[in-house]
């Protein structure tokens, strides 16, 4: 590479089509997940942070609870980690749970929030 040369762009091995259909199965089976307390599912209620699928076909995500000290803490990224090795195309999953940010209702979806009365 020549000084002051950019690196080229990072391509995927997976094509473009697949990429897209694994996101939206992904999305799909991640919003099957629910907190049990609150009758919505981990995606709306803003849980999720960060979906990546190498091209190995591995997801990491990380995502956070709505409080550090929920009930489910030690469940939750088991039932996320299954949700997502569901799909068809994933070859593995590993959820990491994060709490940087912190969860606000703000990162609710419009949807989220219907749902709970607080439009």
Not at 24 to 52: H, N, R
Request: aromatic content about 6%.
């Amino acid at each position: 590479m020549m000084d002051g040369a950019s690196a080229p762009p990072t391509v995927s091995a997976i094509p473009q089509d697949e990429l897209d259909r694994i996101t939206d199965d992904l999305i799909a089976e991640i919003k099957t997940v629910y907190d049990p307390e609150i009758p919505v599912d981990i995606y709306e209620l803003g849980l999720i942070y960060k979906v990546d699928i190498n091209d190995d076909r591995h997801v990491d995500i990380d995502m956070t609870l709505t409080a550090p000290g929920c009930p489910v803490a030690g469940e939750m990224p088991g039932w996320v980690e299954e949700a997502a090795r569901r799909v068809k195309g994933v070859n593995s999953a590993k959820v990491n749970l994060v709490f940087d940010p912190p969860w606000t209702p703000a990162r609710m979806s419009d949807e989220a929030k219907l749902e709970l009365n607080m439009l």
